[in-house]
């Protein structure tokens, strides 16, 4: 049996720490029945607190905390609702407007509030993460220092404004749930940022395998017709 090594650079190093620090919430939506993270889930949430149209509900998921959970548009929101409707486990209702069309509104109904509870009960998933500026980092060695240390800087102070919003998000939490929530999520965005900062390093220093990549580069360049 020929051996068989595994050559580990210092990108797949930064990624599987980064990894391993920072879990996040990401979508597991699409389902017809109540996932944990359905758009249908979270709709019902939005009306567990009170009646909304879909307009609010949508800005529940641009301004508010389910931006965190999952990603949602009128095209995914109106059809939840329907099925939503269909199923008994929420009402609409007309709302006039004078000099305006009538807007729906949604209201949860009793056996919504049953599946929403029954659903809460179910185990959640391994939190996965999905991120593009990790993709990138994990083939830091086909890159140059200069162009990783500016990638690094702007994701530092995108994680430092998400900090910004939690921050601001705790001091109008309802429930001692959201509270812990947004805590948990200044939490992993402060460790992002101390990881950022301290182990920047890793990417920005040239070294053998750089110019491994280089010369590999340089030779599929001087190869092509």
């Known amino acids: 049996m020929i051996p068989i090594t595994v050559r580990y ?14 879990p996040v919430w990401v979508e597991r939506g699409g389902k017809v029945d ?9 709709c019902l949430g939005v009306l ?10 949508k ?20 059809p939840a609702l329907q099925r939503l409707s269909i199923e008994g486990l929420v009402a609409c209702r007309d709302h006039r407007q004078q000099g305006r069309p009538d807007k729906k509104v949604y ?28 993709f990138v980092a994990s083939f830091a060695q086909l890159l140059p220092p200069e162009h990783l240390a500016r990638l690094i800087d702007q994701q530092i102070e995108q994680v430092k404004r998400k900090v910004d919003y939690l921050v601001d998000r705790m001091k109008s939490c309802e429930t001692r749930g959201m509270r812990f929530a947004a805590g948990y ?16 390093h890793i990417l920005e220093t040239r070294d053998e395998e750089s110019r491994y990549a280089d010369q590999e580069g340089e030779g599929s360049r001087h190869a092509a017709p």
């Open 107 to 134: 209201a949860i109904t009793e056996a919504g509030r049953a599946a929403f509870r029954e659903t809460l009960l179910k185990a959640p998933k391994e939190d996965k993460l999905r991120s593009e500026f990790l």
């Open 9 to 22: 650079t210092r990108s797949d190093i930064y990624l599987s720490v980064f990894l391993l620090c920072i």
């Open 48 to 57: 567990y607190r009170g009646d909304a149209t879909g307009y609010e509900i």
């Open 34 to 42: 109540l996932a944990m993270l359905d758009v249908k889930t979270l």
């Open 59 to 78: 800005k529940q998921f641009e301004d508010g905390p389910l931006g965190y959970f999952l990603d949602a548009s009128y095209g995914a929101i109106y």
């Open 185 to 200: 999520g200044l939490a992993l965005c402060r460790t992002a940022i101390d990881y950022l900062e301290n182990e920047r």
